[in-house]
Every structure is written in C-alpha cells, then in structure tokens.
C-alpha cells in the first residue's frame, strides 16, 4: 500500500472504517444484506453484495473507495468514524431550521379602471400613469403602488 503523508500506509483508515461499519452493524441489528441494499451496492446479477461489505469487516480490509464512504456516510444515518484525530461524516451544508429559500411566484394584482396614458392631443404624459416597483430582498417582500388619476376625474 502506498504510504500518506503521516507515515500510515492507509491500514489505520481501513481499519477506523471497518470498526465503525461493523458497529453500526450492531447498533442497528442489520444485516449485511441490509446494508448492502440500502447502499445500493449490488453484484452483477443485481443482488445485493454483501461480499463486498464483508471485505471491510475482515482482519485485513482494504482501504475503502470515494463510492463506499460517500455512501456510508450519506445513506446511513448517524455513520461516523474517528481518524488520526479527524471525525469523518457528512452533514448536509443547509442546516435544518435555516428556512429554505422559496422561488418567487407571481401574484395576481386585480384592477378594473381604464388608465388614459395620453394627452387630448394624443401625445403620452405623467397623468393617468401606472407604476408598479417590486423589490424582494432575502426573506421579506416590498411592494409599492403608485397611482395617478387623471384631472377631474375625482375617483381612481
């Protein structure tokens, strides 16, 4: 085995992942067929492959590859081993409690006046505009209506 920068050649690794995999085995009263199929580990008829589990359970397990840690770690909860003074695990990056930012929906704004964007003499002006402005900033809503009625007409 190729030797790490600490002086361990990857024994240790293995065996902290064995000792942890067969503990949680325990823990949980699960099989290797259990664990092998929650994983989705499976051999090439598409059975589960509990051999594969139980090379990490021996004397002499191999170093165990990305697939089988991100696996163990992602897919059964609470899996974690201790390393060379590091805890190896995974945690999700949002944490629970953290609200999830929602996609913005469209509202409906419901108006049933006529707005006279121009002049008698047919050129566009100020009066009778209609101005929406619609800013949403992490975790509120602002919203501003302006509305401008057109001279004499006494209502909006």
Do not use: H
């Not at 139980?54 to 059964?76: F, H, M, Q, R, W």
């Amino acid at each position: 085995m190729a030797s790490s920068g600490n002086g361990d050649s990857g024994d240790g690794f293995a065996r902290a992942f064995g000792t942890a995999l067969r503990g949680y085995l325990n823990e949980k009263g699960a099989t290797q067929v259990d664990i092998a199929t929650l994983l989705g580990l499976k051999d090439k008829k598409g059975k589960p492959n509990k051999s594969r589990l139980n090379s990490y359970l021996g004397d002499s397990p191999p170093i165990p590859g990305a697939e089988v840690l991100y696996l163990a770690c992602t897919k059964l909860e609470g899996f974690r081993f201790e390393y060379n003074g590091f805890r190896i695990n995974a945690e999700l990056l949002r944490r629970k409690g953290v609200p999830q930012e929602k996609p913005a929906e469209q509202m409906a704004f419901r108006f049933n006046r006529q707005f006279n964007l121009t002049a008698k003499n047919g050129t566009i002006t100020e009066v009778g505009t209609f101005a929406v402005k619609v800013k949403r900033p992490l975790g509120r809503i602002e919203f501003s209506v302006s509305l401008k009625a057109n001279k004499g007409s006494g209502r909006i």
